[in-house]
């Protein structure tokens, strides 16, 4: 006849190493989503000077997925705001660019106070300024990315019949 404490030594024993396990998945599942998270804010970070590029929309479009429990209230709050103002660009002609620069200042504010709360939640300590005045962009990026634009712009016009192309042969 086995005694009580021989058999909690045998259930120990067989349950052991699946605890074991368990544990170890839940701490690389844990590393996993912590990861991802550190990859989207150092990504809005890395390009808070570029906000249409595809890494950037693509890291803010991530943020419902991983920044999604309890403890990133904060961050999911700022980034409801942030979402919701980036999708009500001014459509009315009246003051167009005063509007424009409004929206503009308001999205940087919005933007800011995301990566700090972001940023804070995971542990990093970065104030508003240095958010504000850390990114560097030259501006020949900013020319480029322009002239980008206007081309793409020119040919869709002439490829929709609105601009016309003259062509003169030169001897």
Not at 15 to 20: C, D, N, R, S
Not at 48 to 71: K, Y
Not at 138 to 156: C, D, N, S, W
């Amino acid at each position: 006849m086995m005694s009580l404490t021989d058999l909690i030594t045998i259930v120990a024993l067989l349950v052991a190493p699946f605890l074991a396990v368990f544990a170890q998945k839940q701490i690389e599942i844990w590393r996993e989503k912590k990861s991802t998270k550190v990859w989207i804010f150092k990504t809005l970070m890395a390009t808070r000077g570029r906000t249409l590029s595809l890494e950037h929309v693509q890291a803010l479009n991530m943020i419902d997925l991983e920044f999604n429990n309890h403890r990133d209230k904060a961050v999911i709050h700022a980034w409801k705001e942030y979402h919701n103002h980036l999708n009500s660009f001014p459509k009315d002609e009246e003051d167009q660019q005063g509007r424009i620069a409004r929206w503009g200042e308001k999205k940087d504010e919005l933007f800011i106070s995301l990566l700090e709360k972001m940023g804070s939640s995971l542990g990093f300590d970065f104030d508003p300024v240095q958010i504000r005045r850390g990114a560097y962009a030259p501006e020949g990026h900013a020319a480029a990315e322009m002239e980008m634009q206007i081309i793409r712009k020119m040919i869709l016009e002439w490829l929709g019949g609105e601009r016309r192309v003259t062509v003169s042969l030169v001897s």
